[in-house]
């Protein structure tokens, strides 16, 4: 209740607040220092505050790039609207959009967006292109080498092209085989999905229990040798299963390398968004 | 390395400002510390036939056995857990067949760091998900991952 | 009810008459004000900032600072909290000011738990001869530094040295006597397995131990005198040295258990009911 009466009281005040503060160039020019400190969100709803009696395209397009620096992609699209066609920074926003996009996984509108660009002929075409060809490397689509390569230039290329060799061949292990190579030697099927360490500690508990189980059926303990006899199956059982998963998880992080690789990459490239020096 | 140097470069950057790139509101921190200790969870409720007779074993291991011989399983979920839950989510035959795989890898004390995610509580996380051999069931985590 | 709409109405002539009065930039101060009173943090620091960047001449530069820090500290973001109360620290009027701003500094550690660098902080102002008159505060706010670092004793006496009768020193006092030894719970587990668990009121986990270690040491040690060296070996490595081993870690773990439980409960009570001026 106290604080409720205050807050009310405060809004009365932020009336009486100076206007020397509020009027919109005062309020440009908070919002320009907040962005160059880092303080993004502040900086952003400044200019949002800004824009609702002002138009201007650059504080649009920084209002943008504040979010897009605190990855508030779903921002970045609701406010990339305002831009508008005869804006200078229309093609950099488009572009913020595309990126956001991308990041967001959300590949048919990324589509819809990358053809405007490409169909305004957009300054950033090139950039655009440049991302497209790594949607085709996340899809489930198949393209030629030559078109994936096509947009980067010579310093690239070849990192490019063995993101493309990974993603066509991709050293995946055969569960099956795993399992089939356990089935054989306890503990390959391991070694096979790149458990070293698995494979031997395999190899050795079930050879253990087979080894105890035939000495006791030699000592004619019965009883001792049907019990180490009956581990030594599950152990052997178990290391079939195992070696299956291992491989199927070895897949799963190849998958996983990839996609992640993909976007250490893309990070290094700030996602091909071109720097902008607003703070000297 | 190349992602750590990454990671290090784009750390005192971010750093710097994240705080204030989420509305935040006021709150209070309670003076009191957190456990660190392992809760065990002894009911029975939700359980088949087969589940409480898993359950039932096992809490008896734990009470006469694992409680009292000292911390000695380096995962998350413990081994114990990890037959409970492969119990629950699949048959008996699956489920001794992952607990016997589980107790090989248990066994083997080289490079766990390098194949399994560190859990908060310094376990090595191990959950059964990524064992039972079905469409889709294993979400890669990578080791260098911390889960909470 | 009545005192609230008191507080209120106060707060409303504070700030009618601020709401009229001089500069621009005293209003833009009493807005942010406002806007802290109300908990309002995150925005009263935007406000604060504004006041900050539109103040050429730096008058607001010590109290704007010292608030955007207490602002951070209502929403338990006491790393920023820090760096504010540093810069407002920089930018303090009067010895007085410092030492406000430094104990605000502490308070923060102490929070988040950085004991050291609260200690440390509280040693340099106990040196520094400017702050003779203060030593009570500084006793104070080493009290609870010590409290939250599990130092109930050390707590205590520093509470003493404000006053023998102290609420806080009976407080600290108290939780001390009821802290269990984690050495003697495991020294006793040592000697004779299970004794640190009763020592901790766990009795059938004492018990258990006890059982299996007296099963193991006499299978062993059978085994070793009927000359079945392998079996010995066997069972004293992987059965008896396993339990008994976890018996020590079991009684090393009650005692924490136990002492944690003790220890929550003391620091609840000082959150909750103690009156006094927390960090």
């Not at chain 1, 300054?123 to 390569?149: A, H, P, W, Y």
């Not at chain 1, 006899?229 to 996983?256: D, E």
């Not at chain 2, 413990?78 to 699956?94: E, I, M």
């Not at chain 3, 706010?141 to 006053?163: P, T």
Request: net charge neutral; aromatic share 16%; proline share 3%.
């Amino acid at each position: 209740m106290k604080i409720i009466s205050i807050l009310f009281f405060c809004y009365s005040l932020s009336f009486a607040q100076s206007q020397l503060f509020n009027s919109p160039q005062e309020v440009k020019k908070f919002a320009d220092y907040l962005y160059c400190e880092f303080d993004y969100l502040r900086a952003a709803e400044e200019y949002q505050k800004f824009l609702r009696t002002d138009k201007n395209d650059t504080v649009i397009f920084k209002s943008v790039l504040s979010y897009y620096m605190m990855d508030r992609f779903s921002d970045v699209l609701n406010f990339s609207v305002s831009s508008s066609r005869n804006f200078v920074f229309y093609d950099d926003t488009q572009f913020l959009k595309l990126i956001s996009l991308f990041r967001l996984n959300m590949f048919n509108e990324f589509d819809t967006t990358a053809a405007l660009i490409k169909m305004i002929g957009s300054k950033l075409e090139t950039n655009s292109e440049k991302l497209i060809r790594f949607t085709f490397l996340m899809r489930d689509s198949i393209s030629s080498k030559g078109f994936i390569v096509s947009p980067f230039d010579e310093t690239e290329k070849t990192t490019i092209e063995k993101f493309y060799d990974r993603k066509q061949n991709p050293h995946y292990k055969s569960p099956l085989l795993a399992a089939v190579f356990s089935s054989i030697i306890p503990g390959s099927g391991k070694v096979y999905a790149d458990k070293l360490g698995d494979g031997i500690f395999a190899f050795l508990t079930t050879g253990v229990f087979t080894f105890l189980a035939y000495d006791n059926f030699k000592a004619d303990h019965k009883f001792r040798g049907w019990l180490f006899g009956g581990l030594a199956g599950l152990f052997y059982a178990g290391n079939i299963y195992g070696s299956a998963a291992a491989a199927q998880i070895f897949n799963a992080g190849v998958q996983f390398n990839f996609q992640n690789d993909i976007q250490i990459y893309l990070t290094k490239k700030k996602h091909y968004l071109p720097e902008y020096d607003f703070c000297n | 390395m190349v992602k750590l140097f990454f990671l290090l470069l784009f750390f005192p950057v971010v750093l710097l400002a994240q705080t204030d790139w989420q509305k935040w509101e006021k709150k209070d921190v309670s003076y009191q510390r957190t456990a660190p200790f392992l809760e065990r969870d002894y009911s029975l409720s939700g359980e088949d036939v087969f589940g409480s007779a898993t359950k039932i074993f096992i809490n008896t291991y734990w009470v006469l056995f694992s409680n009292l011989d000292g911390d000695n399983c380096p995962f998350n979920p413990t081994c114990s857990s990890f037959l409970h839950q492969a119990a629950k989510r699949t048959n008996p035959v699956k489920a001794v067949l992952m607990f016997t795989d589980r107790f090989t890898r248990d066994m083997n004390p080289f490079n766990r760091g390098s194949n399994y995610p560190v859990h908060i509580a310094g376990k090595f996380y191990d959950p059964v998900e990524l064992y039972l051999l079905e469409e889709n069931s294993v979400h890669y985590l990578s080791p260098s991952h911390m889960v909470q | 009810m009545i005192f609230a709409i008191k507080r209120a109405t106060l707060f409303l002539s504070i700030f009618t008459t601020a709401a009229f009065s001089q500069t621009a930039l005293q209003q833009q101060h009493d807005y942010a004000i406002c806007l802290y009173n109300s908990e309002e943090y995150f925005d009263a620091i935007t406000e604060f900032k504004r006041l900050l960047f539109f103040d050429g001449k730096n008058e607001f530069t010590f109290e704007a600072n010292s608030m955007i820090g207490k602002s951070y500290k209502a929403g338990a973001k006491f790393d920023d909290a820090i760096r504010y109360f540093v810069l407002a620290q920089i930018a303090a009027p009067s010895k007085d000011k410092v030492f406000e701003t430094q104990i605000e500094i502490i308070r923060c550690n102490i929070l988040r738990r950085t004991t050291d660098r609260a200690l440390r902080i509280l040693s340099d102002l106990e040196a520094d001869p400017s702050f003779i008159n203060n030593k009570a505060e500084i006793n104070y706010w080493r009290g609870w530094a010590l409290m939250f670092d599990d130092r109930w004793k050390d707590a205590a006496a520093e509470f003493k040295k404000i006053e023998k009768a102290h609420p806080l020193n009976a407080i600290a006092e108290n939780i001390n006597e009821q802290i269990y030894s984690v050495t003697l719970a495991k020294s006793l587990s040592y000697i004779i397995p299970g004794a640190g668990q009763f020592y901790t009121g766990h009795y059938f986990s004492g018990a258990l131990s006890l059982a299996w270690n007296i099963l193991w040491g006499y299978l062993t040690v059978n085994a070793f005198i009927g000359n079945r060296i392998f079996d010995g070996l066997m069972v004293g490595n992987l059965l008896w040295f396993r339990f008994y081993r976890g018996n020590i870690q079991n009684a090393e773990k009650f005692a924490l258990e136990e002492n944690l439980k003790i220890i929550n409960n003391g620091l609840k009570y000082l959150q909750n009911e103690y009156n006094g001026e927390k960090p």
